[in-house]
């Protein structure tokens, strides 16, 4: 069963098992139903990745979501892992100090 969630200008949809993509923009306008989705999506899956290649937008909003996902899995002792991080995430996360967080260190 193939799951998905989207909100306005945002999707979490899984592309094979234990594997989803993350597309559009992950902002604060976008991020509610998405983030709710994603947390309890963590807490249930042992281990997972995230695609975030396509993701077209992120702001600190966007960021406190993969943040808040990764304290999720964390919490639980599951494995939560990113992939195709944006170099506009990566340059955010790094001017606030949390690049090693999403990089896995």
Same mark, same amino acid.
């Given at each position: 069963m193939s799951m998905t969630i989207a909100s306005p200008s945002c999707e979490l949809r899984e592309v094979s098992a234990h594997r989803f993509a993350?597309?559009?923009?992950?902002?604060?306008?976008?991020?509610?139903?998405?983030?709710a989705f994603g947390e309890s999506l963590v807490r249930r899956e042992a281990e997972l990745e995230i695609d975030c290649d396509a993701l077209a937008g992120v702001d600190s909003a966007g960021l406190a979501v993969l943040l808040d996902w990764l304290a999720a899995a964390?919490?639980?002792?599951? #494995?939560?892992?990113? =992939?195709?991080?944006?170099?506009?995430?990566?340059?955010?996360? #790094?001017?606030?100090? =949390?690049?090693g967080f999403l990089r896995g260190a």
């Open positions: 993350l597309t559009g923009e992950l902002t604060f306008a976008t991020q509610g139903t998405v983030h964390r919490a639980v002792g599951h #494995r939560l892992t990113y =992939v195709g991080l944006p170099a506009s995430l990566l340059q955010l996360a #790094r001017i606030s100090e =949390v690049d």
